[in-house]
């Protein structure tokens, strides 16, 4: 028996007090959950800017550091451009190939396949596969 089956199991026989305050506790728990989950993706979402930033500032630089070195400075932050245009190009074609490899999401259509079968006839339990 899974603990998912434990807990359905002994809710059965719970006061409706005693699911009140179960599911008070959880959904508490949740929104603790919730708002840690929304800190951090805000920290890496800050970081993401912060590091697009640095990468705009090192992109001028090095467009200033070719013209230093006497190519004019079109054409340094055209070269800088076009070697950031290289550098996405060959990251799309690795990701394409890593991609490709994969397959289709096989377990998330069976369980979307399952899911429209339940909003058909919701009284019938979904037959989920693990």
Known sequence: ???????????????LGE?????????????RQ??????GAG?????GFMGVL?????????????????VPLGCSFFAVGAAYFVLAGILALTGKKSLSKMGPPE???ETL???ASWAKHPTVAPTRRT
Not at 4 to 15: K, P, Q, V
Not at 54 to 70: D, R
């Open 113 to 115: 396949k399952d899911d």
């Open 54 to 70: 640095g990468l705009v500032f090192v992109s001028i630089s090095a467009a200033y550091g070719l013209h230093w070195l006497g």
């Open 43 to 47: 920290m890496f979402g800050g970081a």
């Open 19 to 31: 699911l009140v305050a179960t599911a008070t506790r959880d959904l508490s728990s949740l929104m």
């Open 1 to 15: 028996m899974t603990a998912t089956e434990e807990r359905t199991a002994s809710n059965a026989d719970a006061s």
């Open 107 to 109: 377990k998330t259509i």
């Open 34 to 39: 919730e708002i840690e989950l929304g800190k």
